[in-house]
């Protein structure tokens, strides 16, 4: 089972990867294609992206329609697995996981 999936532009045309974070329990999106793209080794299964991935904290709204702010994430991935640096404001600061399954 995949631990990244494709996204693409509104044409269809390859832009990048989206994965589910555990530690801020959202899904995160990088470009894999363009000018400003990360690196990815093509593997879905055991994704490694380079340089770091940092999701700044933004406002956004909940499953039930309540606004919150999202943590501070930084991140490496590597080898299917997520590294959450110390700077992340959630829980898993510190610690190493494995990518969930991206259904």
């Not at 089972?1 to 801020?24: E, F, I, L, Q």
């Not at 606004?67 to 959450?84: A, K, L, M, V, W």
Request: one cysteine or more; aromatic letters at 6%.
């Amino acid at each position: 089972m995949p631990r990244v999936k494709p996204v693409t532009h509104g044409d269809g045309s390859p832009y990048g990867v989206h994965w589910d974070c555990p530690g801020c329990a959202a899904p995160h999106v990088v470009p894999t294609s363009g000018p400003n793209a990360w690196g990815f080794n093509g593997d879905m299964e055991r994704p490694t992206l380079s340089p770091s991935v940092l999701c700044h904290p933004h406002p956004a709204l909940d499953e039930h329609g309540k606004r919150y702010e999202t943590p501070r994430c930084h991140t490496f991935i590597r080898d299917g697995r997520i590294e959450f640096l110390a700077d992340c404001t959630h829980a898993l600061a510190g610690q190493t996981v494995d990518l969930p399954e991206v259904p």
